[in-house]
């Protein structure tokens, strides 16, 4: 049996862009974000780690070196702190499993649904 999605509306983007943020909300929300991001750095420092203590060449330290660049640009494009693009950042993040349902708990609920609402558009574009 198929099961067809709920077209996305479009006029939710420009809402989530119009939402009112309280204060505990931005607290939540920042603090879930800088969970992620926490949670982020230390898996890459984990990776450089084990990539440095395989290097046998001098050459190699630029391949770290690039590594760390493409990762920091990665990085610094998806956590864009600007609460006009937080649904869509926490949603990416929720989607890509760096923050569970418990970090967004103190999120207010109409912001969380637009959270879910992105991180289920982005798991029914990548099917």
Known sequence: MTTLSRPPDPYEHQRARELRWSRSEKAAARKAFDAAL?????QLIQ???QQASRMTQPS?????????????KEID???DNRFSRMTDVLGRLLYEK???DEDLRDVG??????IRSF???LTEDAA
């Open 47 to 49: 990776e450089t780690k």
């Open 119 to 121: 991180a289920q558009f």
């Open 109 to 114: 609920h109409d912001k969380l649904r637009l």
């Open 98 to 100: 760096r923050l569970s």
């Open 77 to 79: 494009r998806k956590y």
């Open 60 to 72: 190699e330290l630029w391949d770290l070196e690039h590594l760390l660049t493409q990762r920091r």
């Open 38 to 42: 926490n949670r982020e750095l230390q």
